[in-house]
């Protein structure tokens, strides 16, 4: 009889999901695994089961899809309302149900990509004796126990674009120009995709920015004769004297955001130079994923596959130099990757008279 696996994606959705679960399913067909995609997230498991066969006819021609054919969601019975670096608790009561539906369905193992929140959430099911495999998706590149993550390839081409673009009516109009762009509590897409697209102002959560610093890079540039001055800001980023920008969402929640509305105003108001802000937001997760995010989704899809075939369970896909590799779930989570604000390409950004604003 042939074992009987599950993929579930889970929380924001990323460009190069879909190259993942395409990869599970042509793996496990190699190892004479049938594959169940489960959909809407953890939800999914959630008595009776929402699931989808998976075969080759029903993943053939998604690699090149954005999002998920599987669904997703960041709400619901699994999600507890957490900050960075805490550990979210998932009642015992849905624990036994995801076991019921297990049982019921027949299912030999779980892979589970998401980022740290979800991985938290498989971490329990593991503990409670579920077989879970993990493979990590974080947009933000944040997790400590992988070099890199599917999507944030994609992501920075998405500021990448979006800088080629507003370069040219900056310039026409001499203008100053803010981008806000993902970045909660690690700043890389902002320091990546402002590199590549010839930002002159980076601000990211790790190195608080001082307004009269920024402000100064633009009087300066203006001095010397600069059509225009761009900046790239991370939604995380915060001011020396100050926390991060939030704005209520519906329900009374709060979300990062705003900063790139702060830092444009301010400028204008020191500087006197006409200035425009754009944000990004959802267009970085949305579209096509890149060559990178391509192969690393389903290298990561390979070997997450691989792990069930030789019943190692509770570990967590990862990469490091040039290779796919596992860690143990509970040596992953809870562990942000930031970027360290003395790191080399910090250092090559100021080289290159990138100012971080401080």
Same mark, same amino acid.
């Given at each position: 009889?042939?074992?009987?696996?599950?993929?579930?994606?889970? @929380?924001? &959705?990323?460009?190069?999901?879909? !190259?993942?679960?395409?990869?599970?399913?042509?793996?496990?067909?190699?190892?004479?695994?049938?594959?169940?995609?489960?959909?809407?997230?953890? $939800? =999914?498991?959630?008595?009776?089961?929402?699931?989808?066969?998976? &075969?080759?006819?029903?993943?053939? @021609?998604?690699?090149?899809?954005?999002?998920?054919?599987? /669904?997703?969601?960041?709400?619901?019975?699994?999600?507890?309302?957490?900050?960075?670096?805490?550990?979210?608790?998932?009642?015992?009561?849905?624990?036994?149900?995801?076991?019921?539906?297990?049982?019921?369905?027949?299912?030999?193992?779980?892979?589970?990509? /998401?980022?740290?929140?979800?991985?938290?959430?498989?971490?329990?099911?593991?503990?409670?004796?579920?077989?879970?495999?993990?493979?990590?998706?974080?947009?933000?590149?944040?997790?400590?126990?992988?070099?890199?993550?599917? =999507?944030?390839?994609?992501?920075?081409?998405?500021?990448?674009?979006?800088? &080629?673009?507003?370069?040219?009516?900056?310039?026409?109009?001499?203008?100053?120009?803010?981008?806000?762009?993902? =970045?909660?509590? !690690?700043?890389?897409?902002?320091?990546?995709?402002?590199?590549?697209?010839?930002?002159?102002?980076?601000?990211?959560?790790?190195?608080?920015?001082?307004?009269?610093?920024?402000? $100064?890079?633009?009087?300066?540039?203006?001095?010397?004769?600069?059509?225009?001055?761009?900046?790239?800001?991370?939604? @995380?980023?915060?001011?020396?004297?100050?926390?991060?920008?939030?704005?209520?969402?519906?329900?009374?929640?709060?979300?990062?955001?705003?900063?790139?509305?702060?830092?444009?105003?301010?400028?204008?108001?020191?500087?006197?130079?006409?200035?425009?802000?754009?944000?990004?937001?959802?267009?970085?997760?949305?579209?096509?994923?890149?060559?990178?995010?391509?192969?690393?989704?389903?290298?990561?899809?390979?070997?997450?596959?691989?792990?069930?075939?030789?019943?190692?369970?509770?570990?967590?896909?990862?990469?490091?130099?040039?290779?796919?590799? $596992?860690?143990?779930?509970?040596?992953?989570?809870?562990?942000?990757?930031?970027?360290?604000?003395?790191?080399?390409?910090?250092?090559?950004?100021?080289?290159?008279?990138?100012?971080? @604003?401080?």
């Amino acid at each position: 009889m042939r074992k009987k696996i599950s993929v579930l994606t889970t @929380g924001g &959705d990323c460009p190069g999901l879909n !190259a993942v679960v395409r990869a599970v399913t042509r793996t496990a067909d190699r190892y004479g695994m049938e594959v169940l995609g489960c959909c809407e997230g953890f $939800e =999914g498991l959630l008595p009776p089961g929402n699931f989808l066969s998976l &075969d080759r006819s029903a993943t053939a @021609g998604i690699m090149h899809l954005g999002g998920t054919i599987l /669904g997703t969601t960041n709400k619901g019975h699994f999600i507890a309302k957490i900050g960075a670096g805490d550990k979210a608790a998932i009642p015992q009561e849905t624990i036994q149900k995801v076991r019921q539906t297990f049982d019921t369905c027949g299912l030999h193992a779980l892979i589970i990509v /998401g980022g740290d929140g979800s991985l938290t959430t498989g971490l329990q099911l593991f503990e409670n004796g579920m077989p879970i495999v993990g493979v990590p998706k974080t947009i933000d590149n944040d997790l400590e126990a992988t070099a890199i993550t599917f =999507g944030f390839d994609s992501a920075v081409a998405c500021v990448v674009d979006a800088m &080629d673009r507003l370069h040219t009516t900056a310039t026409s109009h001499r203008r100053v120009m803010v981008l806000e762009v993902m =970045g909660r509590h !690690a700043g890389w897409i902002a320091l990546y995709g402002g590199m590549a697209g010839g930002a002159d102002v980076i601000l990211i959560p790790e190195i608080p920015f001082d307004l009269d610093r920024v402000s $100064e890079t633009v009087r300066q540039r203006d001095k010397f004769g600069a059509k225009s001055t761009m900046v790239v800001v991370a939604e @995380g980023a915060r001011p020396k004297q100050g926390g991060q920008y939030l704005h209520t969402v519906m329900g009374g929640e709060y979300r990062l955001g705003g900063v790139g509305e702060v830092v444009g105003h301010e400028i204008a108001n020191r500087t006197g130079k006409e200035t425009r802000v754009c944000v990004l937001g959802h267009l970085q997760r949305g579209g096509a994923p890149t060559a990178v995010d391509r192969i690393l989704g389903t290298r990561f899809g390979v070997h997450a596959v691989k792990l069930i075939h030789e019943n190692k369970f509770g570990m967590m896909v990862s990469y490091a130099d040039d290779c796919i590799t $596992e860690v143990p779930i509970n040596e992953a989570v809870n562990k942000l990757r930031q970027v360290p604000p003395d790191c080399q390409i910090v250092q090559d950004a100021r080289a290159s008279e990138i100012s971080f @604003g401080d």
